[in-house]
């Protein structure tokens, strides 16, 4: 089986600065895709961030030139750097990764349980 862990979800001021980190864990032969959304409440899934190790980065627009997504693959780990917080990007984030398991062909989408970010003065 394979597990996706994210940490470093808190509180924290207006313009302040936190950096979420997302673990992957278990059977896991390679992963091609990193992705970071989050869920506001009453809204839907938004896509931030995407990252192919050994490749490109792709951001949305609310979050482009605030959030930086890196990857270290040694350790199957992706990280969210996000700065300039604003009240609105308040939400569960989710880290999402395509893997291939060990003796699988294809690639599957797994997710983390979420971390909450709350952005208030």
């Known amino acids: 089986q394979v597990q996706l862990v994210e940490s470093g979800g808190g509180l924290v001021r207006p313009g302040g600065s936190l950096r979420l980190s997302c673990a992957a864990s278990?059977?896991?032969?390679?992963?091609?895709?990193w992705g970071w959304y989050r869920q506001a409440p009453g809204k839907q899934r938004e896509l931030l961030a995407t990252?192919?190790?050994?490749?490109?980065?792709n951001y949305a627009d609310s979050v482009k030139g605030r959030f930086s997504i890196s990857g270290d693959t040694a350790v199957n780990t992706v990280y969210l750097q996000m700065n300039s917080l604003k009240p609105e990007d308040t939400a569960v984030y989710y880290c999402?990764?395509?893997?291939?398991?060990?003796?699988?062909?294809?690639?599957?989408?797994?997710w983390g349980q979420g971390t909450q970010v709350t952005v208030s003065s």
């Open positions: 999402n990764a395509y893997v291939r398991r060990l003796g699988d062909v294809s690639f599957q989408p797994y």
């Open positions: 990252s192919i190790p050994g490749g490109g980065t």
């Open positions: 278990g059977s896991i032969f390679s992963i091609n895709v």
